[in-house]
């Protein structure tokens, strides 16, 4: 029972390993200096005999690191933790928990759902595995890493927030190996805690013998025994050396070694203080404390370029990075420094300097405790009545009482296996207030749906009042047993996005989906998009996001011109191009089609390039203007002439078109969706003169962001002035989670088929019709 006191409380859950220790024993004495929250602290321990016969190495199979032993460590430290941990929760009072790291409560998944829970991590299980201490990597550790995140995976989806200690490990996270959510990720260094945040760095005599130190649990795998050894060869007259280590080293005039040091120990100031080097030659670490230690402490630094150190460590400023498998590499910045005093002081300041200005582990600390204190206020909200899970609706139709905020009311959430004349007007009418991307209008998902799809219609909206204040433009299709919704349209060059009036809409919107007990797949959406963020803060969803394509982008603030995008040069060249082709074939041109009249008067021209193209195509790529598609094609561009969002850039050669690139404006933004040119002008530069002609006319028909859309296409990189990513979201409602993995199972085989038929078709002799020879 918490009685009378109402402040947060909060539970740190520590792997407790090596400097793990560090860092929890930094956040006892912050937290023990605020009076705003209760923090308990879970620290984990040593297994008993039966978890040290589980976790022990396989004969055989450990020297090729083919026993795992390293993941049945971390399973062995889980089964103890979730235990611990599971008893504490029951107990109550606690308000949310952070875990340092997700290692330490794999198979917790349901644990970390019960309460908002923060992870913080310094590593992943595929980063981890080649840099064990203890153990060397073999060619066989790469592909057996393969099985950790499937242990590690739903621990971090299950998690609020993700913090990441280095840039490389975020990038891990949301890789494919580990698909979370980028906006579920933050990059935050943990930094340290130490006197000489506030205190004066210490000053050290430029005179005196300088001193090198090492820090260490093991020489062999950490790189003492190199420092070792080319201090004998090379310092010993010169320097003193101290050894920071389990091992047992002996003694020798010059060396001193200090065994009896545990994490968090006070002494290190001191230590510090009277030395002037630190080399850390490990190149297993990736984030070290020690680093972080020395450098407040006003020493240069000597490190491996691994893991987090390049973000602690500025090259050549706070020290230097060298590759510490070379023995040369390690002894020529020593010499440097043993010999230069006035480097050494010019970089133990700036090294001061820079962890003060981002290492501070009190900074660290408020922003986890500022996140948990967020997630805690999340969750009694939505335990209240928010817009987290709700049970006991019917699947696909729901009411329930909720506060717009423009406007309250009963609001009902649908999925529509029809969409009738009313619908699709308000539809309309929704896109051309909310709309940003022209994949979410009806002029795009119903005509490929009626030309094109396949499975059912299941477009969701939200009706506030009767009025459609939120939609996600959707369509089913079933396999294996599991149905999945997929974007209207998806895979032909769109990205994707759901309409809403606000972000109470879209709250609303995956509210609904999720009672619905829907399977999501939502291909190309950005990684911001505000559907992802929906999902990831109702609670009730399982969310994987893996990258799939980057998507260029020309920024242009008014009154720019393609001259400020490329030089004078290119641009020549361009001009140049045009005037040869014009020499040999006649006037080069451009054709610019906004409304229907133009569009029917320049179909048969834009339909017959893309035929040429298609034909000379080696890619096989789609011709979103073929047979195939003409009908869908034609209808969505009409459509959106009629809307007054169509514009086309016609590339001509005497009067007749060569390229063609299809654009869509909504607001400010133009995207573009197909270009194609007539091979036989491909000297002309199709790509690069249609772009130019689009950015010249940006001021007169008011857009500022021409958007590529989807690939790196070598011209569109040319062009570009920032770009962004999309990926696919894969989300299902927790009670269905187990979906996900055979999604994902399903979509691989069918790409595999599509491969193999693509493969197959041009290498089987097609049968001659009646009537034609081979």
């Given at each position: 029972?918490?009685?009378?006191?109402?402040?947060?409380?909060?539970?740190?859950?520590?792997?407790?390993?090596?400097?793990?220790?560090?860092?929890?024993?930094?956040?006892?004495?912050?937290?023990?200096?605020?009076?705003?929250?209760?923090?308990?602290?879970?620290?984990?321990?040593?297994?008993?005999?039966?978890?040290?016969?589980?976790?022990?190495?396989?004969?055989?199979?450990?020297?090729?690191?083919?026993?795992?032993?390293?993941?049945?460590?971390?399973?062995?430290?889980?089964?103890?933790?979730?235990?611990?941990?599971?008893?504490?929760?029951?107990?109550?009072?606690?308000?949310?928990?952070?875990?340092?790291?997700?290692?330490?409560?794999?198979?917790g998944a349901g644990l970390l759902r019960s309460v908002p829970t923060v992870i913080t991590t310094d590593s992943t299980g595929r980063l981890n595995v080649f840099s064990?201490?203890?153990?060397?990597?073999?060619?066989?550790?790469?592909?057996?890493?393969?099985v950790n995140p499937f242990f590690e995976r739903p621990v971090l989806q299950a998690a609020v927030k993700v913090f990441a200690t280095s840039q490389k490990v975020a990038k891990s996270l949301c890789s494919a190996d580990y698909r979370i959510a980028p906006q579920k990720v933050a990059h935050l260094e943990k930094g340290v805690h130490s006197p000489y945040l506030t205190e004066p760095v210490p000053v050290r005599d430029p005179g005196r013998r300088p001193g090198i130190v090492f820090i260490g649990t093991t020489l062999e795998r950490k790189g003492g025994r190199l420092l070792l050894d080319v201090w004998r060869d090379e310092l010993k007259d010169r320097a003193d050396l101290t050894?920071?280590?389990?091992?047992?080293?002996?003694?020798e005039p010059g060396l001193t070694v200090i065994n009896d040091l545990a994490p968090g120990d006070g002494r290190i100031w001191d230590i510090l203080a009277g030395v002037d080097i630190l080399c850390f030659p490990s190149v297993i670490d990736q984030a070290p404390n020690a680093i972080l230690e020395a450098m407040v402490a006003g020493l240069p630094v000597i490190a491996h370029p691994n893991g987090a150190i390049p973000e602690m460590?500025?090259?050549?400023?706070?020290?230097?990075?060298?590759?510490?498998?070379?023995?040369?590499?390690?002894?020529?910045?020593?010499?440097?420094?043993?010999?230069?005093?006035?480097?050494?002081?010019?970089?133990?300041?700036?090294?001061?300097?820079?962890?003060?200005?981002?290492?501070?582990?009190?900074?660290?600390?408020?922003?986890?405790?500022?996140?948990?204190?967020?997630?805690?206020?999340?969750?009694?909200?939505?335990?209240?009545?928010?817009?987290?899970a709700r049970a006991g609706h019917r699947p696909g139709s729901a009411s329930f009482p909720r506060g717009g905020r423009g406007d309250s009311g009963i609001t009902r959430f649908r999925i529509h296996d029809t969409v009738d004349q009313e619908l699709e007007a308000q539809w309309e009418d929704l896109a051309q207030r909310y709309s940003t991307r022209f994949s979410s209008r009806p002029s795009y998902g119903l005509s490929w749906f009626r030309a094109l799809g396949k499975g059912d219609l299941a477009v969701a909206t939200v009706h506030r009042r009767n009025r459609l204040v939120a939609l996600l433009p959707l369509h089913t299709r079933a396999r294996a047993g599991i149905t999945v919704h997929r974007l209207l349209g998806h895979g032909r060059g769109t990205v994707g996005e759901a309409l809403a009036q606000d972000a109470t809409s879209q709250d609303e919107l995956v509210a609904g989906l999720h009672d619905a007990g829907v399977v999501l797949e939502l291909t190309h959406l950005p990684e911001d998009s505000p559907v992802t963020t929906a999902l990831l803060d109702h609670g009730g969803w399982t969310v994987e996001y893996e990258t799939d394509e980057h998507?260029?982008?020309?920024?242009?603030?008014?009154?720019?011109?393609?001259?400020?995008?490329?030089?004078?040069?290119?641009?020549?060249?361009?001009?140049?191009?045009?005037?040869?082709?014009?020499?040999?074939?006649?006037?080069?041109?451009?054709?610019?089609?906004?409304?229907?009249?133009?569009?029917?008067?320049?179909?048969?021209?834009?339909?017959?390039?893309?035929?040429?193209?298609?034909?000379?195509?080696?890619?096989?790529?789609?011709?979103?203007?073929?047979?195939d598609h003409a009908d869908f094609a034609e209808r969505f561009l009409t459509r959106e002439a009629e809307g007054g969002h169509l514009l086309v850039v016609g590339l001509t050669v005497d009067s007749t078109w060569v390229a063609l690139n299809i654009t869509f404006q909504t607001g400010e933004r133009v995207e573009g969706w197909f270009t194609r040119f007539d091979p036989a002008y491909g000297k002309l530069l199709p790509g690069h003169q249609m772009l130019e002609h689009l950015v010249g006319l940006h001021d007169d028909m008011g857009f500022t962001v021409v958007d590529e859309m989807i690939g790196r296409g070598a011209y569109k990189q040319d062009w570009q002035t920032s770009e962004y990513r999309v990926g696919t979201v894969v989300a299902a409602p927790v009670a269905r989670a187990p979906a996900i993995p055979l999604v994902r199972s399903i979509n691989g085989t069918t790409d595999a088929l599509r491969r193999g038929i693509g493969w197959i078709r041009p290498h089987v002799p097609v049968a001659a019709r009646p009537g034609e020879g081979r």
């Open positions: 029972m918490r009685g009378a006191d109402t402040r947060p409380r909060f539970l740190f859950v520590n792997e407790n390993i090596g400097g793990h220790r560090t860092v929890h024993g930094a956040f006892r004495r912050i937290f023990a200096d605020r009076d705003d929250i209760e923090v308990e602290f879970l620290d984990g321990g040593e297994p008993g005999l039966l978890g040290k016969l589980l976790r022990a190495p396989l004969p055989g199979l450990a020297r090729f690191d083919l026993d795992l032993q390293p993941l049945r460590g971390q399973l062995v430290q889980s089964w103890m933790m979730r235990r611990r941990v599971r008893e504490r929760l029951d107990a109550g009072g606690i308000d949310a928990m952070h875990v340092y790291t997700q290692n330490t409560m794999l198979g064990i201490p203890y153990r060397k990597p073999t060619r066989f550790t790469g592909p057996m890493s393969r050894l920071i280590t389990l091992e047992e080293v002996p003694t460590v500025v090259d050549g400023e706070t020290g230097f990075l060298v590759d510490c498998r070379q023995r040369e590499e390690v002894a020529r910045v020593l010499l440097m420094l043993v010999d230069d005093a006035g480097l050494r002081q010019r970089m133990g300041e700036a090294g001061h300097r820079h962890v003060c200005q981002r290492y501070n582990m009190v900074d660290t600390a408020s922003v986890i405790v500022n996140e948990l204190l967020a997630a805690a206020g999340h969750h009694r909200t939505t335990a209240t009545g928010g817009s987290g998507c260029p982008v020309i920024d242009l603030p008014p009154g720019s011109t393609p001259h400020d995008i490329r030089s004078g040069k290119t641009l020549r060249r361009f001009r140049v191009a045009r005037e040869r082709i014009g020499e040999q074939f006649g006037p080069v041109g451009f054709v610019v089609v906004r409304t229907p009249g133009e569009l029917r008067a320049a179909w048969p021209e834009m339909v017959r390039v893309a035929r040429v193209s298609s034909e000379a195509d080696p890619e096989g790529r789609v011709n979103l203007l073929g047979d």
